[in-house]
Structures are given as C-alpha cells and as structure tokens.
C-alpha cells in the first residue's frame, strides 16, 4: 500500500487549497478512505471519511460546510476541498486507508 498525499502550502485565513490523495498497492475503489490532521502537541483527529462508492461521507464537525471529501475510482485518488481555511486549520494532514498512513502534507493557516 501507497499513499502519497499533495497540495499543501501556506496560505491566508479565509483562503482554500485542495489536498490530493494517490493511492496505489490495492484495489482502491474497494476501500473506504480518510483524511486526518495532526496539529502540534495535539492528537491526530479524523478530519473526514468517504465510503468506497462515495455514497457515505463523514466530517468532523470543526469542518462541516468548509471540507468538501471527494474519491475518483478511476484515478484512485481522494480529495479534501478546504475552504474559508482558518488559523486552527493548521496541521499536518494524513490520507488513510485502513491501517496504513501516508506520509502527509503541511498545511499552514497564517496571515
């Protein structure tokens, strides 16, 4: 299993960016996937999920109706749409697929 995550940067309160997933070593379109986050001195928290057809879509509350979770099966590749990004959006983000990490990507809220 491979995951490889992109699309991080620094970028202004108010602002978006869109986190890439790329997923190889399995039969991705069989797998639920998720996003977490990893704030500094903080514990790892699920940010959201999406089943494996797309039909199931969970968020954390801190990011319902700013996060947009989308999957193409036919690129196996998962999505995370961040928009009106804030300062507690800072963290270090992680694509997920049952007991497998990647290696993350920085995303860093800040004026």
């Known amino acids: 299993v491979q995951l490889v995550e992109s699309g991080g940067g620094l970028v202004q309160p108010g602002g978006s960016l869109r986190l890439s997933c790329a997923a190889s070593g399995f039969t991705f379109s069989s797998f639920a996937m998720s996003w977490y986050r990893q704030a500094p001195g903080k514990e790892r928290e699920l940010v959201a999920s999406i089943s494996s057809a797309g039909g199931n879509i969970k968020y954390a509350d801190s990011v319902k109706g700013r996060f947009t979770i989308s999957r193409d099966n036919a690129k196996n590749t998962v999505y995370l749409q961040m928009n009106s990004l804030k300062p507690g959006d800072t963290a270090m983000y992680y694509c997920?697929?049952?007991?497998?990490w990647g290696q993350g990507t920085q995303v860093t809220v800040s004026s």
């Open positions: 997920r697929v049952s007991g497998s």
